[in-house]
């Protein structure tokens, strides 16, 4: 009995601190700079290019937070390849690899909008991997229109 009880308690410290470490995390997405970036212990981790939601399919400002995670994904609405994919809305937005992800973030923040996503954050599949591998389930997503 005297074994239960202390694996259980084991057990119970161990998901706490893994609960505790999550929210020393948070994503910060910056949709007029088109810039992401990863925060731990008030440090900025990783600093990325973007792209967000065009004319129509916008990336909606909020708090959310990551509840579901595949390395690999195709959409199911669009038919695309969704590399390190991290969903934190339920209309199906998430954080995810994307073709062209800097050139398009450029052209989306200073040239044209209707390069932009169908409403998801994409990046590089280098960066997307680096973020996958970093951010567990239940990280913050923080969208903001302007820095805040």
Known sequence: MAKYLVGLLLAVSFTAWGDEAATNK???I?????VLSAIENGE??????????RDGKETTAGRYQIFRKHEKYTSKTYGS???YTMFFTEDGKAIHGTQMATLRSYLHSYLNESVGSQGCVGLTDDNAKALFDW???GTPVVVMREEE
């Not at 910056?30 to 088109?34: A, G, S, V």
């Not at 900025?44 to 939601?53: A, K, P, Q």
């Open 81 to 83: 390849e969704m590399p």
């Open 44 to 53: 900025e981790v990783y600093n990325f290019d973007i792209v967000t939601g």
């Open 26 to 28: 948070e994503i910060h």
């Open 135 to 137: 951010a567990p389930v």
């Open 30 to 34: 910056f949709i007029e700079r088109q």
